[in-house]
């Protein structure tokens, strides 16, 4: 299981960053965790106004693990 996280950062400042975590998931599988990053970057540049989407990581759950 994966958790997308996505961290977008101020384009006036890429100091100033925020770190998003899907709450859709976890994702039983690498790949559809890592499109749901894609479309939470998509999201992201066009809901959150002067945040750019910089990188993202899926992130292993341990097992039990759900978020």
């Given at each position: 299981?994966?958790?997308a996280?996505?961290?977008?950062?101020?384009?006036?400042?890429?100091?100033?960053?925020?770190?998003?975590?899907d709450?859709?998931?976890?994702?039983?599988?690498?790949?559809?965790?890592?499109?749901?990053?894609m479309e939470m970057?998509r999201?992201?540049?066009?809901?959150?106004?002067?945040?750019?989407?910089?990188?993202?990581?899926?992130?292993?759950?341990?097992?039990?693990?759900?978020?």
């Open positions: 299981m994966f958790k996280v996505v961290i977008a950062c101020a384009i006036a400042d890429p100091t100033a960053c925020i770190t998003f975590e709450y859709r998931g976890p994702w039983p599988t690498q790949r559809q965790c890592e499109q749901r990053a970057g999201d992201i540049g066009e809901m959150v106004h002067g945040m750019q989407p910089k990188m993202w990581r899926c992130q292993p759950l341990k097992k039990g693990m759900l978020s």
